[in-house]
């Protein structure tokens, strides 16, 4: 079959969309552009030559292809039916010869196809809200169906999605709310849903393919978008220039969730939270762009812009009618920086030590200010060691790096990072694709802290957290507490398409290629397996979903020979009395004990598939969990337990602004069980080396030189 017939073929396959309400939107028809087709072509030579696998764009990555974009597109194959499978097995073995013949007629017109699907359903979806459902059957809702069949027949996916609206309503009605709200409330949510169906564009279309095509070679190869670079640029330099403001759609408007301090429009005074844009001019010659009902990034685009420019916004006050006259505010924008991902510190108390912590939510670098020789570009080794001269200001007793959910960034901050702690060495090993071996060291002498030592890590941290974690595990300079981590342990470099082709303005994206495997000093790398704690809390997160051993694809483990390296510790030392302190401490813990309740509990829930329909089965569940949590919900030692959460029904978007906030705020006021146990466990490892000297110069590795 030729490729440029799918789309036709498609088309004449299809029935005529049920219009159920006149304010369904159309189903877009959206195309490839040249751009597309030459960035494909692009990608697929850079991804055969470079990549770190040698997977060659045949018939059999063509399927590989298919099946992971039909899963992106319907992980809970609830929209696609049986045939329209089988339609698309057509092409299964001619996604390669598309790419290479720069024809992308066939993943748009499956694309079509999924929102044709989806049109369908969700309208079928709002009809139901009239007819209302029986809460007194006994049956069940299958909501796990990611290994499910695909639905052989339109009837067998109308039954789904006649469960799956029956359970959005049993879950609003649960949460007390009356059917006319229910109804609204559900109208609301799958108009929003067809609404942004509508709103996709072929950028996104060709982001999705592009991506089920790298990440069929392996899970961390990725094609970025436009947007989506200028977005990763800015997340590892933690700035951008801008008004400083978060947005979020709501309601079909683009509103204001928060005010950056210093920012341009905290500082004009005359922008609040839960204001409205519905208008924005880029510059001062360009006219007000109405931009009620456009997506979040469209409106992000023409409010960013160069430094010291003008940009215009017509705000909407929150708490005026949408027939009110906007507000006009004009502001110049600035350099915003992302404080939030900046790394953080603290001090806790703990057995009578001093534990500093550091928070260090990613590996971040700026560097373009780096590459001209900027004397004060921001990194996450320069911002930690200002940190750590100030904590030892404070006369702390130890430290602790809290790397839980730091997903990585940039390696040569990973190994900044691990000099701090090290006085001069290898930090980490790279393996091409070619076999050779290169050792990333630290030649700066001296260390920032030579103190005791801890890092704390969780399921969610990779990559870079995982280099500096296993080498401070190496060396014994300190010990590693928490989870085993994510087990990413390769290497991505990103080239940027728009650099090749000397083009002028952002069009063909960039590619994140992964090039290498990185090693840790011992000879071991952490793929696969990831870095396992010295000494172990409670597994917050599904290890068999989260994680590199959760792919279908990942590179496996393998080690080589060790770096030359020499440990400068033996904190193991201390783990049996660590232990037994940290055991004693937990078993008498109310809130450790609860984590461990509830995250047993999780797991019972993560092993179901099914959902009772029934409303009063389902109540005695509800009353049963408030009842729990409701028995924890005081406040002791000063110390707000976890916020008791309630299933209100409602998704990201739904609730009240305010009350969103206050619930965010809520939970960052909530005890952190876990940073607290490390944190003791680090003040008893202080403790225990100045109560032994022996066992303190036998440690040196946490052990501070005094």
């Not at 029935?15 to 006149?22: E, H, I, K, S, Y």
């Not at 750590?388 to 040569?412: M, P, T």
């Amino acid at each position: 079959m030729k490729l440029n017939t799918l789309f036709l073929l498609i088309g004449l396959a299809l029935p005529a969309p049920v219009m159920l309400q006149a304010a369904t939107p159309a189903v877009p028809t959206l195309k490839p552009v040249e751009a597309h087709a030459l960035a494909a072509q692009a990608s697929a030579e850079l991804m055969s030559r470079f990549h770190y696998q040698n997977v060659p764009l045949d018939d059999a990555l063509s399927s590989k292809i298919l099946d992971r974009y039909l899963k992106t597109l319907d992980p809970d194959r609830v929209f696609f039916l049986q045939s329209d499978i089988d339609t698309f097995n057509s092409v299964r073995l001619l996604l390669d010869d598309a790419i290479r013949q720069q024809n992308l007629a066939a993943p748009f017109a499956i694309y079509t196809r999924y929102a044709q699907r989806q049109q369908e359903r969700l309208s079928e979806a709002r009809a139901l809200l009239a007819k209302g459902f029986d809460f007194t059957q006994n049956e069940n809702y299958q909501y796990v169906r990611t290994d499910a069949p695909w639905a052989k027949t339109g009837a067998e996916l109308q039954e789904l999605w006649r469960k799956r609206v029956k359970n959005d309503w049993l879950r609003l009605k649960l949460a007390g709310k009356d059917d006319a709200a229910i109804r609204d409330t559900l109208t609301k949510r799958y108009d929003q849903a067809l609404s942004n169906s509508a709103r996709i564009k072929s950028d996104d279309v060709f982001q999705i393919f592009m991506n089920a095509y790298a990440e069929s070679i392996e899970p961390h190869t990725s094609y970025l978008g436009p947007r989506a670079a200028e977005d990763f640029a800015i997340n590892m330099k933690l700035s951008l220039v801008g008004i400083g403001a978060v947005l979020q759609e709501r309601d079909e408007y683009v509103t204001i969730r928060e005010l950056v301090a210093g920012g341009p429009a905290a500082r004009s005074e005359k922008i609040k939270i839960g204001d409205r844009i519905v208008g924005v001019a880029k510059d001062e010659q360009t006219p007000m762009a109405d931009v009620l009902g456009w997506r979040v990034d469209d409106v992000v685009q023409l409010i960013r812009g160069s430094k010291d420019t003008v940009v215009t916004l017509d705000i909407l006050p929150a708490d005026a009618g949408p027939d009110a006259k906007p507000t006009r505010v004009k502001m110049v924008r600035d350099t915003i920086k992302l404080e939030k991902q900046a790394a953080a510190k603290s001090v806790i108390e703990a057995g009578g030590q001093k534990v500093g912590v550091i928070t260090l939510p990613t590996f971040y670098q700026d560097v373009e200010a780096k590459s001209r020789a900027d004397a004060d570009f921001r990194s996450a080794s320069r911002d930690v060691a200002k940190l750590i001269a100030e904590l030892k200001a404070d006369k702390v007793d130890a430290l602790l790096i809290d790397l839980r959910n730091n997903g990585g960034g940039s390696l040569d901050e990973a190994v900044r990072l691990t000099g701090l702690f090290i006085d001069r060495g290898p930090v980490v090993q790279q393996r091409n694709g070619k076999g050779q071996i290169r050792v990333e060291q630290d030649n700066d002498a001296g260390l920032a802290w030579d103190g005791p030592l801890g890092v704390l890590i969780n399921r969610a941290s990779a990559s870079a957290s995982e280099i500096f974690a296993a080498a401070i595990q190496d060396y014994g300079r300190g010990l590693v507490i928490g989870e085993t981590s994510f087990g990413k342990g390769t290497v991505q470099t990103l080239l940027d398409m728009d650099e090749m082709a000397k083009s002028d303005k952002p069009t063909y994206g960039e590619l994140k290629l992964t090039i290498a495997q990185f090693f840790r000093v011992n000879g071991g790398t952490t793929q696969l397996r990831g870095v396992t704690p010295d000494l172990p809390l409670a597994r917050t997160m599904d290890h068999e979903r989260i994680g590199e051993s959760s792919y279908d694809n990942p590179l496996p483990w393998t080690q080589i020979a060790p770096a030359d390296y020499r440990a400068v510790g033996h904190p193991q030392e201390l783990l049996p009395m660590l232990t037994a302190r940290h055991q004693a401490r937990t078993a008498q813990d109310r809130g450790y004990r609860d984590l461990l309740d509830d995250l047993a509990e999780a797991e019972a829930m993560r092993k179901r598939t099914e959902i009772s329909l029934n409303a009063e089965a389902r109540r005695k569940e509800r009353e049963a969990q408030e009842a729990k949590l409701k028995a924890r919900s005081e406040v002791k030692d000063g110390t707000e337990d976890a916020p008791v959460l309630r299933d209100d029904g409602l998704q990201a978007g739904e609730r009240a602004l305010d009350s969103e906030l206050a619930a965010e705020k809520s939970r960052k006021a909530a005890r952190d069980v876990l940073l607290d146990e490390a944190a003791r466990i680090m003040g008893d490892a202080a403790d225990l080396l100045k109560s032994d000297t022996a066992l303190a110069k036998r440690s040196a590795g946490v052990a501070a030189t005094k």
